[in-house]
């Protein structure tokens, strides 16, 4: 569904990268390329090539791309939220029904939400946002399937998004049982 004019924005906001954060993912890219210079090591001093440790390797670095190299704009429009994803020339676009929303939550909990029958997390944040996930739950299709989106956003976000989704919010606290 496209923004039509007369749909106003309630909020924008967009993943912002934290200065500690961006050290650690430069420490963990140099690591990275540590594990490739080993294998390359190997190679030229035994001759062999370890596909095993180059495939590891490259999937350790499809991780790190995944986790950092994109940025998150979440656009909060009377009944629906909008997640557009960018990195490496590519835009996405996910959008949720906010009517569809059975709760959400300021803090994900991965324990308490293990239990419940979420049958797909999409994970729409970046690792470098020093913002908490927060967890939108909803459901999706004609089937009804309860689906989960995890994101990071500001507390000024959270509380819009209370102000739109009144008696939605599930309030978790640190005690949630495992």
């Not at 569809?100 to 909990?109: F, I, M």
Request: hydrophobic share 40%; charged share 25%; proline share 2%.
């Amino acid at each position: 569904m496209e923004n039509t004019a007369d749909e106003k924005e309630i909020y924008r906001e967009e993943t912002v990268a934290a200065g500690d954060r961006k050290l650690w993912a430069v420490v963990a890219l140099l690591l990275i390329f540590c594990l490739y210079g080993l294998e390359y090591y190997n190679y030229t001093k035994f001759g062999q090539i370890s596909l095993m440790g180059f495939g590891m390797d490259t999937v350790i670095l499809g991780l790190w791309i995944w986790r950092v190299m994109w940025k998150y704009e979440l656009i909060l429009y009377p009944g629906r939220l909008v997640v557009i994803s960018r990195g490496l020339g590519i835009t996405g676009h996910y959008e949720v029904d906010l009517s569809r929303t059975e709760s959400y939550t300021d803090k994900y909990v991965r324990s308490f939400f293990r239990k419940t029958k979420i049958k797909e997390y999409y994970h729409r944040y970046s690792s470098l946002d020093a913002n908490p996930q927060r967890l939108l739950c909803y459901t999706k299709g004609k089937k009804n399937k309860l689906t989960g989106v995890i994101f990071k956003a500001s507390d000024e976000f959270m509380k819009q998004l209370r102000k739109e989704l009144p008696g939605k919010f599930l309030q978790l606290t640190e005690g949630v049982p495992k």
